[in-house]
């Protein structure tokens, strides 16, 4: 089935440092990706919608300039979280849309970890 | 109020026993999707329907469109399928609008 591939798992940076998080589908095209942040207990939040090879569509309350992302390829999205702050803590995972029809519909990555110390 | 409603939020089982989680909704959709999130992070898509039933070895989705309602139920549970389940909706937009999840721990 439909695979996407989230790297790192677990990302642990300093203040004002930036990590990027990169997420590949491996056996379909991704032709749109969705970017999910989850605090602990609490369900997913939508940060930002991209499509292959255009400006992604950011969520009312999300910095574009903070969360960077980039979608250049039909295989791969990428989030990067720039000058990340401890605030900035949290789940992050992506979750794709193939070009063609799928049982399930999305596939989500395994989600990215991050601690800003 | 909430497009989707979940529920219970929490739910505690004895092995064996036969689970129901239920879900509902308030606007219109494309297709109703059951989620898992496993303790690491991990999501894992389990049904995405439109309309009846869909059943895949232990679990089975169902959807009333009539009644915005969809229940996932899980038959002879075990301590593997603890987890959080996370009922979704999607709609022309495409971007999945999800419920507040519920955490089923299967006792052994």
């Known amino acids: 089935g439909a695979v996407v591939s989230q790297h790192p798992s677990r990302v642990i940076c300093k203040s004002g440092t930036s990590v990027k998080i990169e997420c590949r589908s491996l056996d379909f095209q991704a032709t749109t990706m969705f970017w999910y942040r989850q605090f602990p207990k609490q369900s997913l939040m939508l940060m930002a919608t991209s499509n292959e090879g255009s400006k992604a569509t950011y969520e009312q309350g999300v910095e574009k300039d903070k969360f960077l992302i980039n979608h250049a390829s039909l295989t791969l999205s990428t989030l990067t979280v720039t000058s990340a702050h401890p605030e900035d803590s949290s789940f992050y995972i992506c979750?794709?849309?193939?070009?063609?029809?799928?049982?399930?519909?999305?596939?989500f990555g395994s989600g990215t970890r991050l601690t800003v110390v | 109020k909430n497009e989707v409603e979940q529920s219970p939020q929490n739910l505690t089982a004895q092995e064996g026993e036969f689970i129901t989680i239920n879900c509902s909704y308030s606007v219109g959709i494309s297709a109703l999707h059951w989620l898992q999130q496993h303790p690491g992070g991990g999501i894992v898509s389990l049904f995405m329907?439109?309309?009846g039933k869909k059943k895949h070895g232990r679990l089975i989705a169902t959807i009333n469109i009539q009644e915005k309602h969809s229940s996932l139920h899980i038959t002879a549970s075990h301590p593997r399928d603890s987890a959080v389940y996370i009922c979704?909706?999607?709609?022309?937009?495409?971007?999945?609008?999800f419920g507040s999840g519920t955490q089923l721990t299967v006792l052994p």
């Open positions: 979750s794709a849309r193939d070009r063609a029809p799928q049982p399930y519909g999305y596939t």
């Open positions: 979704a909706i999607s709609g022309s937009a495409r971007q999945l609008t």
């Open positions: 329907l439109s309309s």
